[in-house]
């Protein structure tokens, strides 16, 4: 179980948040939300160790670190989709097959694109090839900045279900999001709100 006590941030000389404090268990979705500004992003990176000017306590139990997905694509554009994934499975689980890397990418609809450079993909593309790692590498818990964005319909709907097969396997979800969440779990709200 992950749990967050008394975390307060300053960034600019303005409080983000202060007291602020929960809890988050295998198997639940905690979608945080708040105006842009409100430090959603930084209270991630403080959650995946990205950030570490902060006071409070960040506790996590795990045997591995958080699997965090940013809201900007993470590819690099000189590598192909397959290029980019195995560079990632290098770094976190060495020894993935090619074909596991491949049916990540069917996965998230691209197939044909395995070896077309991330350069040369549309915003939607590129955040599909970074969320393809959604689909293979393996972690406790996940932390994703903004999933839902820059893909339609269809890759929302994938990646919803993505999140409910992380949730049934006893894995633990933690987003930001400003769209609605259609998965079949309950879905705890943390809303952000600079102090006054």
């Given at each position: 179980?992950?749990?967050?006590?008394?975390?307060?941030?300053?960034?600019?000389?303005?409080?983000?948040?202060?007291?602020?404090?929960?809890?988050?268990?295998?198997?639940?979705?905690?979608?945080?939300?708040?105006?842009?500004?409100?430090g959603k992003t930084t209270l991630l990176k403080?959650?995946?160790?990205?950030?570490?000017?902060?006071?409070?306590?960040?506790?996590?139990?795990?045997?591995?670190?958080?699997?965090?997905?940013?809201?900007?694509?993470?590819v690099k554009d000189q590598l192909t989709a397959r290029e980019n994934l195995k560079w990632l499975a290098e770094l976190y689980q060495p020894g993935t097959h090619t074909g596991t890397i491949d049916d990540a990418i069917f996965a998230v609809g691209l197939r044909g694109f395995e070896d077309v450079l991330c350069g040369a993909m549309s915003e939607g593309q590129r955040k599909r090839v970074n969320l393809a790692r959604l689909f293979f590498l393996t972690s406790p818990a996940w932390i994703l900045d903004e999933p839902l964005s820059a893909i339609d319909v269809d890759?929302?709907?994938?990646?919803?279900?993505?999140?409910?097969?992380?949730?049934?396997?006893?894995?633990?979800?933690?987003?930001?999001?400003?769209?609605?969440?259609?998965v079949d779990h309950e879905v705890r709200h943390l809303n952000l709100s600079a102090p006054s």
């Open positions: 179980m992950l749990r967050v006590d008394d975390l307060y941030c300053e960034r600019a000389r303005r409080v983000l948040f202060e007291n602020l404090s929960f809890a988050v268990a295998p198997g639940e979705l905690l979608q945080i939300k708040g105006a842009n500004g409100s403080i959650l995946c160790g990205l950030y570490e000017d902060y006071s409070g306590d960040v506790d996590w139990p795990l045997d591995a670190w958080p699997l965090f997905v940013g809201h900007k694509p993470g890759g929302v709907k994938l990646l919803q279900e993505r999140i409910g097969f992380q949730l049934n396997e006893g894995g633990m979800v933690i987003l930001t999001s400003h769209q609605l969440l259609d």
